[in-house]
């Protein structure tokens, strides 16, 4: 019998994980590689990554591959050493395309087979692969497993070691058609074979899946029909153990994409038969930092199999073509062009203020929006900001345009595409007037320059200044700068930055404005309105925590009528009448019934509140959106946010775009 093991379970955050970096990982592969010493077997072992383990030819980056790896591997020892059994033992791997999870199943083999362990073993395993896309009928598969039965039974001590490649596919346009074929065997061992029962009950089955990530995705598909009627629950229910392979857009990425590269630039200089090749530096780290790699391992198997070698340097000018890089390559599941909408710009919008004289508070804060917007930009996403370009508002621009500045050109053989990519952040400045305008445009290429960001710098990074004029002729002359005018010219490039973007990030404010309850507010309403997904971390204070924003919808967890300070009515006896003047102009077509004065939003807010039915779904759950706005960890808030976008918006490949246009619909 098989000894008890725990039962499978969904995936539990990771109590350990190796810190990504980039100059780890350039040391990784960042060599010259001479196809001589290659060819002699030097120069081909695995390097060492400080405080990781490896397991074969696999690094173990994370606590649970480490936890996953070594589960299988005793089960795998001990199943063998028991004397007689009653069924196989059955395993899954799943993971993305092009995650390796062939590769895994390999090693684990050998690694076993070979002793490679602190439980040395004189087990033999005859491997056999078969791929259920290339079987067309329960038939043909009985065939195989008992082809395998007896070329294992041909010598002793052998055992089948069988391994089921998209065992998960459809069958006859069934989906997970074969899931119910494999049910009799997985349990007792046996299977019919031309009106006969034949047992097979001393066997490691491999299952690896194409339809899921992770063996948690693949038992949460038990809420479907389709998978039901499959049997997919009996199936799940008959697994023993399972291992997760993470991808190279999975973290730490980049040391895996190092590793992958190394491999994939030694074979491709082995191809080639004589040279010494060393690879750009820069083109090494863009390779490193590439938003995703649309086929997982695969992708970066492609570029270097299809880059020419030539000379001793492998550099920008001897990859593929960018139509095929594209094939590759994109910049994120949080893109544009997987983010389907009816807006010409697709963005995230930020919300927030350096909270002034709390120096604390400020360095906080700002480690949060860079520790945010560094994800969001690896992640594909653009970024926009409706605050100004002069101080303190700049403060905030500022740390987003120098985070820019230290990323890698993106991954592209044309240099115009290098150093003109599309915007990664836009800066939405203020506009009165075209005067006004000009001067703003000017402070901000001059505070641009002070950093020494030279127009070309800006382009590369991308960094672009909307400059837009938001009041007409007739309310410049009647209104001038007053009260009004800074009011319809804010409200107006708010909505300029919350109708360009798809969802919003929102952390601190003001407490209080110029009479009108603070800026975030009314941005956060004009997202609601728009049904645009929004995100609160309430707990870095200010205008966003429970006293204001928080409280009204409902994050913070307190239940309360009571009306937040921050969101009472302050407006001056001058300003009354001045907002009843505006009014109409805070009510632009179609949402004509955006609320106005202070009493107006916070009614707004609570009917939006979290839980009812205008909380727009942010892909959170209730309690997830507590634990965000609750949290005051950078790292924390990223997560959760990431994965609410990923949830609502992201894709995995080119060929589920049109998935992605139906959740957007839907939402």
Same mark, same amino acid.
């Given at each position: 019998?098989?000894?008890?093991?725990?039962?499978?379970?969904?995936?539990?955050?990771?109590?350990?994980?190796?810190?990504? %970096?980039?100059?780890?990982?350039?040391?990784?592969?960042?060599?010259?590689?001479?196809?001589?010493?290659?060819?002699?077997?030097?120069?081909?072992?695995?390097?060492?990554?400080?405080?990781?383990? %490896?397991?074969?030819?696999?690094?173990?980056?994370?606590?649970?591959?480490?936890?996953?790896?070594?589960?299988?591997?005793?089960?795998?020892?001990?199943?063998?050493?028991?004397?007689?059994?009653?069924?196989?033992?059955?395993?899954?791997?799943?993971?993305?395309?092009?995650?390796?999870?062939?590769?895994?199943?390999?090693?684990?083999?050998?690694?076993?087979?070979?002793?490679?362990?602190?439980?040395?073993?004189?087990?033999?395993?005859?491997?056999?692969?078969?791929?259920?896309?290339?079987?067309?009928?329960?038939?043909?598969?009985?065939?195989?497993?008992?082809?395998?039965?007896?070329?294992?039974?041909?010598?002793?001590?052998?055992?089948?070691?069988?391994?089921?490649?998209?065992?998960?596919?459809?069958?006859?346009?069934?989906?997970?058609?074969?899931?119910?074929?494999?049910?009799?065997?997985?349990?007792?061992?046996?299977?019919?074979?031309?009106?006969?029962?034949?047992?097979?009950?001393?066997?490691?089955?491999?299952?690896?899946?194409?339809?899921?990530?992770?063996?948690?995705?693949?038992?949460?598909?038990?809420?479907?029909?389709?998978?039901?009627?499959?049997?997919?629950?009996?199936?799940?229910?008959?697994?023993?153990?399972?291992?997760?392979?993470?991808?190279?857009?999975?973290?730490?990425?980049?040391?895996?994409?190092?590793?992958?590269?190394?491999?994939?630039?030694?074979?491709?200089?082995?191809?080639?038969?004589?040279?010494?090749?060393?690879?750009?530096?820069?083109?090494?780290?863009?390779?490193?930092?590439?938003?995703?790699?649309?086929?997982?391992?695969?992708?970066?198997?492609?570029?270097?199999?299809?880059?020419?070698?030539?000379?001793?340097?492998?550099?920008?000018?001897?990859?593929?073509?960018?139509?095929?890089?594209?094939?590759?390559?994109?910049?994120?599941?949080?893109?544009?062009?997987?983010?389907?909408?009816?807006?010409?710009?697709?963005?995230?919008?930020?919300?927030?203020?350096?909270?002034?004289?709390?120096?604390?508070? %400020?360095?906080?804060?700002?480690?949060?929006?860079?520790?945010?917007?560094?994800?969001?930009?690896?992640?594909?996403?653009?970024?926009?900001?409706?605050?100004?370009?002069?101080?303190?508002?700049?403060?905030?621009?500022?740390?987003?345009?120098?985070?820019?500045?230290?990323?890698?050109?993106?991954?592209?053989?044309?240099?115009?595409?290098?150093?003109?990519?599309?915007?990664?952040?836009?800066?939405?400045?203020?506009?009165?007037?075209?005067?006004?305008?000009?001067?703003?445009?000017?402070?901000?290429?001059?505070?641009?320059?002070?950093?020494?960001?030279?127009?070309?710098?800006?382009?590369?990074?991308?960094?672009?200044?909307?400059?837009?004029?938001?009041?007409?002729?007739?309310?410049?002359?009647?209104?001038?700068?007053?009260?009004?005018?800074?009011?319809?010219?804010?409200?107006?490039?708010?909505?300029?930055?919350?109708?360009?973007?798809?969802?919003?990030?929102?952390?601190?404010?003001?407490? %209080?404005?110029?009479?009108?309850?603070?800026?975030?507010?009314?941005?956060?309403?004009?997202?609601?309105?728009?049904?645009?997904?929004?995100?609160?971390?309430?707990?870095?204070?200010?205008?966003?925590?429970?006293?204001?924003?928080?409280?009204?919808?409902?994050?913070?967890?307190?239940?309360?009528?009571?009306?937040?300070?921050?969101?009472?009515?302050?407006?001056?006896?001058?300003?009354?009448?001045?907002?009843?003047?505006?009014?109409?102009?805070?009510?632009?077509?179609?949402?004509?019934?955006?609320?106005?004065?202070?009493?107006?939003?916070?009614?707004?807010?609570?009917?939006?509140?979290?839980g009812g039915p205008l909380w727009p779904n942010n892909g959170l759950t209730l309690e997830e959106n507590r634990e965000l706005f609750r949290s005051?960890?950078?790292?924390?808030?990223?997560?959760?946010?990431?994965?609410?976008?990923?949830?609502?918006?992201?894709?995995?490949?080119?060929?589920?775009?049109d998935h992605a246009e139906k959740v957007v619909k839907k939402d």
């Amino acid at each position: 019998m098989i000894a008890p093991i725990a039962p499978i379970q969904a995936d539990e955050t990771m109590p350990w994980e190796k810190p990504d %970096s980039c100059d780890e990982a350039l040391r990784l592969v960042d060599l010259a590689y001479d196809a001589q010493a290659l060819l002699r077997g030097e120069g081909i072992d695995l390097p060492r990554i400080e405080g990781c383990e %490896s397991f074969g030819g696999l690094y173990m980056l994370t606590e649970i591959e480490k936890q996953q790896l070594e589960t299988m591997r005793d089960l795998i020892i001990r199943y063998i050493g028991q004397r007689s059994h009653d069924h196989p033992l059955c395993l899954a791997v799943f993971g993305p395309p092009g995650s390796g999870k062939s590769f895994a199943v390999k090693e684990m083999q050998r690694v076993i087979q070979k002793g490679e362990t602190e439980r040395r073993s004189n087990i033999k395993l005859s491997r056999t692969t078969i791929n259920l896309t290339q079987v067309s009928s329960p038939a043909e598969l009985t065939a195989a497993l008992v082809a395998t039965r007896e070329a294992a039974a041909r010598e002793e001590g052998t055992v089948p070691f069988i391994f089921f490649d998209e065992f998960d596919a459809a069958h006859n346009g069934v989906s997970y058609g074969w899931l119910s074929s494999f049910l009799a065997p997985m349990h007792d061992g046996e299977f019919l074979y031309r009106a006969l029962n034949v047992k097979l009950q001393k066997a490691v089955y491999v299952f690896a899946g194409g339809t899921a990530s992770t063996m948690s995705e693949f038992a949460s598909l038990g809420s479907k029909p389709d998978f039901r009627r499959a049997k997919g629950p009996d199936f799940v229910s008959r697994l023993h153990a399972f291992l997760d392979v993470p991808g190279p857009n999975q973290n730490p990425r980049m040391l895996r994409r190092a590793l992958i590269l190394r491999s994939e630039l030694m074979k491709r200089v082995v191809r080639q038969g004589a040279g010494r090749f060393r690879i750009n530096r820069q083109l090494l780290k863009a390779f490193l930092e590439a938003g995703r790699y649309l086929h997982g391992a695969r992708s970066i198997a492609a570029l270097v199999e299809l880059a020419e070698l030539k000379g001793e340097e492998l550099s920008w000018d001897l990859l593929p073509d960018d139509l095929v890089i594209r094939m590759q390559v994109d910049r994120g599941p949080l893109d544009a062009k997987p983010i389907r909408d009816t807006m010409a710009l697709k963005t995230i919008a930020l919300s927030g203020f350096d909270p002034g004289e709390d120096e604390e508070a %400020s360095e906080e804060i700002n480690n949060c929006w860079r520790t945010v917007a560094k994800e969001l930009w690896t992640e594909g996403a653009t970024l926009a900001y409706a605050g100004g370009m002069r101080r303190p508002g700049f403060d905030l621009v500022q740390l987003l345009i120098d985070e820019l500045s230290q990323r890698s050109p993106e991954l592209n053989k044309n240099e115009r595409l290098r150093e003109e990519p599309k915007a990664r952040f836009l800066a939405f400045v203020h506009g009165f007037s075209p005067e006004l305008l000009r001067k703003e445009v000017d402070e901000a290429d001059k505070i641009l320059a002070e950093r020494d960001i030279a127009e070309r710098d800006k382009k590369r990074m991308g960094v672009e200044v909307v400059a837009e004029v938001y009041l007409d002729d007739e309310e410049q002359r009647r209104w001038g700068e007053d009260w009004r005018a800074r009011t319809v010219e804010r409200f107006r490039r708010r909505l300029a930055v919350s109708e360009a973007s798809v969802a919003r990030f929102v952390i601190g404010g003001h407490l %209080s404005g110029a009479g009108r309850p603070s800026g975030i507010i009314e941005e956060a309403i004009q997202s609601l309105a728009l049904k645009r997904p929004i995100y609160l971390a309430g707990g870095f204070g200010r205008a966003t925590a429970t006293y204001a924003l928080g409280v009204v919808l409902g994050l913070s967890g307190i239940r309360t009528v009571a009306i937040p300070e921050s969101l009472r009515n302050r407006l001056t006896d001058e300003q009354r009448p001045w907002l009843e003047e505006i009014a109409d102009q805070l009510r632009p077509p179609p949402l004509t019934s955006l609320p106005v004065s202070p009493e107006e939003q916070l009614s707004f807010l609570r009917k939006y509140a979290l839980g009812g039915p205008l909380w727009p779904n942010n892909g959170l759950t209730l309690e997830e959106n507590r634990e965000l706005f609750r949290s005051n960890k950078p790292e924390d808030v990223k997560k959760l946010i990431i994965s609410g976008l990923k949830r609502v918006f992201s894709v995995t490949s080119p060929a589920d775009e049109d998935h992605a246009e139906k959740v957007v619909k839907k939402d």
